[in-house]
């Protein structure tokens, strides 16, 4: 079994700062792409910002400039450094994992899910 465990939401003035991270627990052979979503109640939830094992980055356009993503792998923990936030940056963030599991009688890849964090930007 694995689990995402996310930190560092809160409530924070517009043009502030928080950071978010998720840390990966259990056994698991290796984590691919380390995702972090957002999702508003009635809405989709939607890709913010996604980092591979290599450090290859993506962003949404809404969050380019602002928000930054990047992981130890050593501690198998991703963060989201998040500045010049907006009240429409107000949503629950998720972490998402791609994680492989090798055993001696198989090789699965598989996505988990933490259990979200609130960040809350008043205006």
């Known amino acids: 079994q694995v689990q995402l465990v996310e930190s560092g939401g ?7 700062s928080l950071r978010l991270s998720c840390t990966a627990s259990g056994t ?3 984590i691919d792409a380390m995702e972090w979503y957002r999702q508003v109640p009635g809405q989709q939830r939607e890709l913010v910002a996604a980092i591979t094992s290599g450090g290859s980055t993506t962003y949404a356009d809404s969050v380019k400039g602002r928000f930054t993503i990047s992981r130890d ?3 198998n923990t991703t963060y989201l450094e998040m500045n010049n936030l907006k009240p429409e940056d107000t949503a ?3 972490c998402s994992a791609d ?3 090798v055993t ?6 598989f996505d988990s899910w933490g259990q979200g964090t609130q960040v809350t930007v008043s205006s």
């Not at 001696?104 to 890849?109: H, I, K, P, Q, T």
């Open 99 to 101: 994680f492989r599991v």
């Open 92 to 94: 629950v963030y998720y």
């Open 73 to 75: 792998n050593a501690k």
């Open 104 to 109: 001696d009688y198989s090789d699965e890849e």
């Open 28 to 30: 698991f052979f290796s």
């Open 10 to 16: 809160g409530l924070v003035e517009t043009g502030g």
